[in-house]
């Protein structure tokens, strides 16, 4: 039910008892039923301390700009050069899909910006499988060739959508 954090608490409750049962017959003289309380208010404590963590007040003050600008991203380099490739067929589908519809300056721009950064993926991705070739077995190596195919196919029919010059510099650029 609460994982990690139940199992933590389970150990707590259980030292607690055992160190109370122990007192109990080690020194007599001590109220060891006076300290019982100890247990359900050491759990008391625990369920509230697990009900703050897990607000969204205290939730929100753990949240860095990276999280929200770039949630569950991780970084290339840790991807596999099949999660890069079906990352860039996919972007490079939805610039495909942005530019088909009505393209204004901006989403023409965005679109740039977009495949700037699957072609520095595309980088990424013929790094990563160049490294990994040698190694590699005769599968394996048609696994990342065919990997690299998809991602230099894809990015070949997202820039014939773009519109003639947009690649030569962005807004951001010019200024």
């Known amino acids: 039910m609460f994982g990690l954090f139940g199992l933590i608490v389970a150990l707590i409750l259980t ?42 007040s205290y939730r929100m003050g753990e949240i860095s700009p990276e999280d929200i600008a770039d949630p569950g991203r991780q970084p290339p380099a840790e991807d596999s050069p099949e999660q890069l490739s079906s990352s860039i067929v996919e972007r490079t589908a939805e610039i495909r899909r942005s530019l088909a519809e009505e393209p204004s300056d901006i989403r023409v721009e965005m679109c740039t910006l977009g495949y700037m950064a699957c072609v520095n993926d595309m980088i990424t991705l013929t ?11 005769f599968f394996r190596r048609v696994q990342l060739r065919r990997a690299r195919k ?26």
């Open 15 to 56: 030292a607690e008892i055992v160190v109370l049962a122990v007192l109990g017959t080690v020194a007599p003289d001590v109220p060891a039923l006076g300290l019982a309380p100890i247990v359900p208010l050491t759990l008391f404590v625990a369920l509230l301390a697990r009900r703050w963590t897990s607000s969204l």
């Open 127 to 137: 790094h990563l499988a160049n490294a990994e070739l040698p190694n590699a077995g």
């Open 150 to 175: 998809k991602a230099t196919d894809a990015l070949a029919e997202a820039r014939k959508a773009l519109p003639p010059g947009a690649l030569r510099a962005t807004r951001q650029e010019q200024q």
